[in-house]
Structure formats: structure tokens, C-alpha cells
């Protein structure tokens, strides 16, 4: 197994406090996290309705790290360029949401960005094969995507390990490295199975924001995370 000793964290804001912004995303920052994680929400793609462009402008002077723009939204090419703009990092879409998956991932390099696919639980590894050289970065949803605080789904581990033998391979070949993310119910529990099938990037909504940062509790959570993800 070829699981990476990196471990990225991405808080998911969706579970932070969405009236003082500003400082939940210094305070993840501070507390040691690597990544911002973003969901946008259109109510049409999912059953649900979140932030857009103007807020990540908005957070984007709070952060120096990197802001991971997950969108779950239809379409996605009028709002890329506005993310772009707004100084995301990384843009992730789902396949099913874009008619013309290559070109949307161009699109999104174009603008200066690192561009990624994100595969619901029920979406076949399959839609990888013909863009692995667009990919920066390969999400796999472990819950339906829409919501925070849901439960792992656990056929996640089996599709981790098998995008990490697929990410190996085209790595193996000369390919450009590609992260692996998993998104949805990732908690200290269950953090070492989810690294040891080979991601490499964590999102974590409700398992960070769940505690009061208060007395250090966002840095609390973080500690234990990477504790967890590497036991022994
Ligand atoms: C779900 C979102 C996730 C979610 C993660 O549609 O994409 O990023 O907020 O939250 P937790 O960690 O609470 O499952
Ligand atoms: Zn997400």
C-alpha cells in the first residue's frame, strides 16, 4: 500500500459560524490546519443552499492558506471564472454537473487555479480515465453530497484504495501528482482507515467546528485528527 505520510486537513466552513466568518477562518489557520474547504450549494444540484463568489472574497485577506472551492452546483462554467476571481486555489465540480468535463477542467487551470473531479458514492471511478492529466486534485464524496454532519459511508475505503492504485500508476508513468481528498463524516475514529486506503487530504466540518475553539479547541481537534491518522 502506497498511502502518503502527507496529511493535509480541510476544515469544511459549513459547519462554522457563519455571522463571525472572518475569525472561524483565522482561528483554523491558527490552529493549524492546511487547507480552507468551501462548499458552495445551489438548491438544484443538491437540496441545499450555501455561499457564492462574494463570500470568498470576503474570508480570502482573513487566510494565507489555500481556499478549496468544492462546488456543488449546475452548471459550473459561468462560476468558475467568478471563484477565480474571488481568489479560490483549488475548484472542484462533479462530473454529472458539466456537460463538458475537459473543458470545464481547462477552464479552471486557465484561470490560475488547480482543478479537480468530485465523485458522489455512487459515481463510477471510470469518469477519471480520460482526464487523469487535467487532475490536480480527485475528491471522493463518503456521504451524499449537501449536507455537514452526516455518517461515513464505509464503501468509501474500497473506492480510496482503488483511485490511489490508479493515482500510483499514472504518477508511476511520469504523470503530475494529483492529491486525494475524501469529504463527509471523517472524525479521529475513523481517520486511520480512511489515510491507510490512501487519501491524503481530509476534509472535517462537524468534527472540528463541533467544538468550541474556546481554550484551544479548534487546535485540540486537529492534533487529535493527525494523531488518529497515524497511529503507532
Ligand atoms: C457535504 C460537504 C462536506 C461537509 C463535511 O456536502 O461537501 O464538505 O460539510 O462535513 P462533515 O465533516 O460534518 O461531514
Ligand atoms: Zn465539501
Known sequence: MSSSPVLRLAPSILSADFARLGEEVRAIEAAGCDLVHFDVMDNHYVPNLTIGPLVCEAIRPHVSIPIDVHLMVEPVDAIIPLFAKAGANIITFHPEASKHVDRSLSMIRELGCKAGLVLNPATPVSVLDHVMDKLDMILLMSVNPGFGGQKFIPSTLA???LVRAKIDAHVAAGGQPIWLEVDGGVKTDNIAEIVAA???????????????DAGGGYKGVMQALRRAAHPG
Not at 198 to 208: E, K, L
Open 159 to 161: 473506492k480510496l484504495r
Open 198 to 212: 490512501g487519501a491524503d487530504t481530509c476534509v472535517a466540518g462537524s468534527a472540528v467546528f463541533g467544538v468550541p
